[in-house]
C-alpha cells in the first residue's frame, strides 16, 4: 500500500507561513493498491482539493476515475474539501461515497452533496457529470475485491466517527481519528451526593472494555494515524468531551497495540510548525529506549510505503 498525505490538520484550514511544513489543508487521505491499479480517498476536507488535481493530471489521462470516498464522519472540515474536487464535474466519474449518519432525517447525500445548492456554492448537485452513489456505514467488514478489505469501528466523537483498518496482501494501515479515551461516565466522587459505588465501578469496567476494542481494532498495525489535536494539559484542562485525544494516550494506547508505525495527526489549527517539532522532542525523549514505535508529525504531501 502507498499512503499519501493531502491534508492533516483539524478543526479549519490554515494557510499561511506558520503551516507551510507540516499543512494547512484539513483532512484527506489516499491509499493506492498499486498491485491492482486500485486506490480509495478517506475523507474529503480541504485537502481533496490538491488530490484531484492530482487525478486530473496522473490518473484520468490512463482511464476514467473509478473509486471509493470513505468519510470518517461528517464535521464541516472532513467533507468542506468535497464540492472543490473536479472529478465529480467529469463525466465517465464513478464514486461511491461511505460514511456515518447521526441524524436520521438527514440521508448521507442530503449532509455531504447538500453543500452543493446555491445558498452555499454556484453548483448544484444534481448537475454534477459524475455517478455518485451515498452509502450509510456501520460497523461492519466491507470486501472491496482484489485483496482489499475495510473494517470500520465506531469511536467516541459528539457525533457518530468511524476509524478504518484497511488490510491488503498482508499489511495493515489504520486511521483513529476523530476520537478521545472513551471515560466513565458516572460520579467518581465518593464524597458527591449522587455518588453509586455499584454505578462507578460498572462505569469504569465499561470505558475500560471500549477503550480495549479500540487498540483490538488498530493492534499491530503497520502504520496508524491517529488523533493527537491535544497535549494531556490542554485536554484536562478545558478539552474532555470535544472528541479528541492527547498526544500522551494516542502514543501509549499505540505503544501498547504494538503498533509498528504512528503518525500524529489531526493537528489543531493554532499550532504551528515550530510548535509541533517541539512536542514530538518532547515525547520522543520520553520515550526513547522504551519503545521501539517509529512516531512522526503527519506532513501533508507525505508519501509512506507500507
Same mark, same amino acid.
Given at each position: 500500500m502507498q499512503v499519501r498525505l493531502w491534508g492533516v490538520r483539524g478543526s479549519i484550514p490554515v494557510p499561511g507561513p506558520e503551516t507551510v511544513t507540516y499543512g494547512g489543508n484539513t483532512s484527506c487521505i489516499e491509499v493506492r493498491f498499486p498491485e491492482v491499479n486500485r486506490f480509495i480517498i478517506i475523507d474529503s476536507g480541504t485537502g481533496i482539493r490538491p488530490l484531484g488535481g492530482y487525478l486530473l493530471q496522473n490518473d484520468l489521462p490512463l482511464r476514467p476515475i473509478h473509486t471509493q470516498l470513505f468519510l470518517t464522519h461528517t464535521h464541516w472540515d472532513h467533507i468542506m474539501g468535497y464540492p472543490f474536487f473536479v472529478p465529480i464535474y467529469i463525466r465517465g466519474t464513478k464514486l461511491d461515497v461511505y460514511g456515518p449518519v447521526t441524524y436520521e432525517d438527514d440521508t448521507l447525500d442530503e449532509i455531504v452533496g447538500g453543500q452543493l445548492r446555491y445558498r452555499y456554492f454556484p453548483v448544484l448537485q444534481s448537475e454534477l457529470a459524475a455517478e455518485i452513489n451515498y452509502y450509510p456505514l456501520q460497523e461492519t467488514v466491507l470486501d472491496l475485491g482484489d485483496g482489499i478489505t475495510v473494517t470500520t469501528k465506531y469511536l467516541n466523537h459528539p457525533i457518530l466517527c468511524l476509524g478504518?483498518?484497511?488490510?491488503?496482501?498482508?499489511?495493515?494501515?489504520?486511521?483513529?481519528?476523530?476520537?478521545?479515551?472513551?471515560?466513565?461516565?458516572?460520579?467518581?466522587?465518593?464524597?458527591?451526593?449522587?455518588?453509586?459505588?455499584?454505578?462507578?465501578?460498572?462505569?469504569?469496567?465499561?470505558?475500560?472494555?471500549? #477503550?480495549?476494542?479500540? $487498540?483490538?481494532?488498530?493492534?499491530?498495525?503497520? /502504520?496508524?494515524? =491517529? *488523533?493527537?489535536?491535544?497535549?494531556?494539559?490542554?485536554?484536562?484542562?478545558?478539552?474532555?468531551?470535544?472528541?479528541?485525544?492527547?498526544?500522551?494516550?494516542?502514543? #501509549?494506547?499505540?505503544? $501498547?497495540?504494538?503498533?509498528?508505525?504512528?503518525? /500524529?495527526?489531526? =493537528? *489543531?489549527?493554532?499550532?504551528?510548525?515550530?510548535?509541533?517539532?517541539?512536542?514530538?522532542?518532547f515525547y520522543m525523549n520520553r520515550i526513547s529506549g522504551r519503545s521501539n514505535m517509529k512516531v512522526e508529525i503527519a506532513r501533508e504531501g507525505s508519501l509512506l510505503e507500507i
Open positions: 478504518y483498518r484497511i488490510e491488503f496482501d498482508g499489511k495493515v494501515f489504520c486511521t483513529a481519528y476523530d476520537t478521545e479515551p472513551f471515560r466513565n461516565v458516572f460520579q467518581t466522587n465518593p464524597e458527591a451526593s449522587d455518588y453509586d459505588l455499584a454505578a462507578a465501578e460498572e462505569g469504569e469496567a465499561a470505558a475500560e472494555e471500549e #477503550n480495549r476494542k479500540v $487498540r483490538e481494532f488498530f493492534s499491530n498495525a503497520d /502504520l496508524l494515524i =491517529h *488523533d493527537t489535536q491535544y497535549t494531556q494539559k490542554e485536554y484536562l484542562g478545558a478539552k474532555i468531551g470535544w472528541g479528541h485525544t492527547s498526544y500522551e494516550h494516542a502514543i #501509549n494506547a499505540a505503544h $501498547r497495540a504494538q503498533v509498528k508505525h504512528l503518525l /500524529l495527526f489531526h =493537528h *489543531d489549527p493554532l499550532r504551528s510548525d515550530g510548535q509541533l517539532e517541539q512536542i514530538l522532542d
